[in-house]
């Protein structure tokens, strides 16, 4: 079935690092692509998303890259603040409109 | 806007206890999901609903939780009788009625079964 892979955190930076977290996918078919961002004690909000190949989302100087030949969707942001700590998930569109989601990444940037 | 309401925030039950959550989407949002998220895991589709009919129910522990959606706007998540495993956080999300549509999320009930 369909599944998302993401890199296992925590990941720690500081603050104006460059941010990198891998999600790679498996699917049938070309879904819809997603990052979802948790930020601590708030609901899921949706980051950014791309609806096909080469398609690039980007959102708040966060960037990801639909690549259809390697199946993978990666975050990146060329500077993080410390506002940017939260918990990052990878998803997948499903047939019906539902989310598959990874299982997330943690995200903390030191001042 | 109004977002997606849950109620409650958090509940802490005994095996074998009952439970119920209650979510209230966004107007005008024909779509609803619940979905599970145990710690340390992403989110997990229970069930969703397309106004008040059932879309997707396969991942639905059928023996034990159900739920409905009456009148195609507010929706019930019910567990009965909880088990340990069944500790998570229970998100509903609603979307307009596409695939590509946003789905916006709630806060989440939190369940502690003991």
């Known amino acids: 079935g369909d599944s998302v892979t993401q890199m296992e955190g925590p990941v720690t930076l500081s603050e104006e690092a460059f941010l990198t977290i891998n999600c790679t996918y498996t699917?049938?078919?070309?879904?819809?692509l997603f990052w979802y961002v948790q930020y601590p004690g708030e609901g899921l909000q949706l980051l950014l998303k791309a609806t096909k190949a080469d398609d690039k989302g980007s959102n708040k100087g966060f960037e990801a890259t639909y690549r259809k030949e390697t199946t993978s969707f990666h975050l990146e942001k060329g500077s993080v603040q410390v506002s940017d700590s939260a918990v990052y998930f990878c998803?997948?569109?499903?047939?019906?409109?539902?989310?598959?989601f990874g299982k997330g990444t943690k995200l903390s940037v030191k001042p | 806007e109004a977002g997606v309401a849950q109620s409650p925030r958090y509940k802490i039950i005994e095996k074998r206890q009952s439970v119920a959550f209650w979510c209230n989407p966004i107007?005008?949002?024909?779509?609803l999901y619940w979905y599970q998220q145990i710690l340390g895991q992403g989110p997990k589709l229970l069930i969703q609903?397309?106004?008040?009919?059932?879309?997707?129910d396969s991942q639905l522990p059928k023996d034990r939780f159900s739920a409905e959606r009456l009148k195609g706007v507010d929706s019930t998540l019910k567990i009965q009788p909880a088990k340990l495993e069944d500790s998570a956080v229970y998100l509903c999300?609603?979307?307009?009625?596409?695939?590509?549509?946003?789905?916006?999320f709630g806060q989440g009930t939190r369940l502690t079964v003991v």
């Open positions: 998803a997948l569109g499903g047939s019906q409109g539902n989310l598959i």
């Open positions: 999300a609603s979307s307009l009625a596409s695939r590509t549509a946003e789905a916006f």
């Open positions: 609903f397309q106004n008040n009919g059932v879309v997707d």
């Open positions: 107007s005008g949002h024909a779509t």
């Open positions: 699917a049938t078919g070309y879904p819809s």
